[in-house]
């Protein structure tokens, strides 16, 4: 049955409602907003005149190749390597990914051997880099206190089978800023391509007000660096960049074919047919704000972190999880205050004051060692319009939270954490099962992914998976919540 125009759009908009707020600074991850109303018109136009445009043929749509230009100009003098190539890709993933391939093809290694060495808090997506080209990402501790990895740690699990060295500026989990420069002289004594993914933070550390430690392409021994223009670029989601100093390894990331009988095929992303209206919202608000611009937005943040990092050292039970640079910070329970407070709990408690802050389970690294539960904040500039609401929120959420336990797994899932520990049942057997009765085991635990899509607040109660994350083995709980998602997403 057909709709006209206004009625699909009418329902568009009562989907929408569902949504959690993209604007305003209530959300404090997924979403980067710079606050000005003026850069979100601009970028919506700038898209929709690239709307029909494929940018799988910059020949033959020669604004594409323009606008990438552009991009990469901007990114490679704010990233210090005035002379450094790049590509726009469509997100931080697929510039991972082609960090990843890019050296894995100029290293000569085959991929059975070859392997990725990378700090435990490296993006997941170099995991999914790993698995999608079937080589080893070895995951090297970090300090459970900083959060911060060692270069000598790192230099440990080299050998003649790594073909790429990964570190963050900064890492997502606690906003730390791996020891880049350390990293990079270690790449340099081994001859090592050296990446440093800036995907999070890059496009605000570029111009943070405080002395930062060397992290970018200006760092000895950094060969390439990935960054986000729909992160603290302000752009619409799809529209990343990979940067590389050596000109052969950037075009090892390509796929190139004449060996077919069609058209003649050169892709430098992992997809072929491409939008161009993130690149052109990107691209629009770069020239919009230029430098002095995207100064002023940093600033910004910088100032609401500060406010936000002191009150939280200020509240009895918790802590800042390191020493966090740039426009992210973690907190967890100060195990020292008489009375600690729950990470998790306390986010169920500013939620309910209005403000979504992002839950994170306990991690054991290769070890042994613990990074312990955390609360994930990203704070944009329109923060700032909003930081003392949330200093209050944040403030009565803890003297809610102070002394309750944190959020508990559904019972059923608390009886098969039991069983696996006992040894009644496997891993091996978990993963197994097939896809109806997996789900009937989320149905018996309460996480029903039938639930309505524009009710989608109350289909998954996160605080619950967080817990049943943090009991049950984290290959179970990955084919457990691949299976909600699946079947969430489809009739």
Not at 213 to 225: I, K, N, Q
Request: proline letters at 7%.
């Amino acid at each position: 049955m057909s709709s006209d125009a206004e009625a699909v759009i009418s329902e568009l908009r009562r989907l929408r409602e569902s949504d959690a707020p993209t604007h305003g600074g209530r959300i404090l991850s997924y979403v980067y907003d710079s606050g000005l109303a003026e850069l979100d018109a601009l970028a919506a136009e700038a898209a929709d005149l690239v709307r029909p445009v494929n940018g799988l043929d910059p020949t033959v749509f020669g604004s594409v190749a323009a606008m990438e230009r552009d991009l990469i100009s901007f990114a490679r003098t704010a990233f210090g390597a005035p002379s450094a190539v790049g590509t726009v890709t469509s997100g931080g993933t697929e510039s991972c990914l082609l960090a990843v391939l890019a050296a894995l093809k100029s290293s000569g290694v085959e991929r059975n051997r070859a392997n990725v060495v990378a700090p435990s808090t490296v993006h997941a997506a170099f995991s999914k880099a790993a698995e999608t080209f079937g080589i080893e990402l070895r995951r090297v501790p970090v300090d459970p206190t900083t959060t911060e990895v060692s270069a000598s740690a790192m230099a440990a699990c080299i050998d003649d089978a790594t073909v790429l060295l990964v570190a963050s500026a900064p890492n997502y989990p606690t906003g730390a800023i791996d020891p880049i420069a350390e990293i990079g002289a270690v790449a340099l004594e081994h001859d090592l391509p050296f990446h440093v993914d800036a995907c999070l933070g890059g496009f605000a550390l570029a111009w943070w007000p405080t002395d930062l430690p060397s992290w970018d392409l200006a760092t000895p021994g950094v060969t390439s660096l990935s960054a986000d223009f729909h992160k603290y670029g302000y752009s619409p989601k799809g529209a990343s960049i990979l940067l590389h100093t050596d000109r052969n390894r950037h075009r090892a990331g390509f796929f190139a074919t004449a060996d077919w009988p069609g058209y003649p095929i050169v892709n430098p992303t992992l997809l072929g047919s491409r939008s161009a209206m993130g690149t052109a919202s990107a691209w629009a608000i770069a020239r919009r704000l230029g430098t002095d611009g995207f100064a002023a937005l940093v600033t910004d943040i910088a100032a609401a972190r500060e406010v936000l990092v002191d009150a939280v050292r200020e509240i009895d039970g918790l802590r800042v999880v390191g020493s966090p640079q740039g426009p992210v910070f973690s907190v967890a329970a100060d195990l020292d205050a008489a009375t600690a407070v729950d990470p998790h709990r306390w986010a169920d408690e500013v939620a309910s004051r209005g403000f979504t802050l992002q839950a994170q389970p306990r991690y054991t690294q290769a070890d042994g060692s613990e990074l312990r539960p955390s609360t994930h904040l990203t704070v944009t500039p329109v923060t700032r319009t909003v930081v003392g609401d949330l200093v209050a929120a944040m403030r009565e959420a803890a003297d809610a939270a102070r002394g309750l336990p944190g959020p508990e797994a559904p019972a059923p899932l608390r009886e098969l954490a039991t069983a696996f520990e006992s040894g009644a049942v496997s891993v091996a057997d978990a993963l197994a099962l097939d896809s109806a009765v997996t789900e009937s085991v989320l149905v018996g635990a309460g996480i029903d992914p039938h639930t309505d899509p524009s009710q989608a607040s109350d289909a998954l109660d996160i605080g619950a998976v967080i817990a049943a994350i943090d009991v049950l083995p984290r290959p179970v709980t990955a084919k457990m919540l691949t299976e909600f998602l699946a079947a969430f997403t489809n009739p």
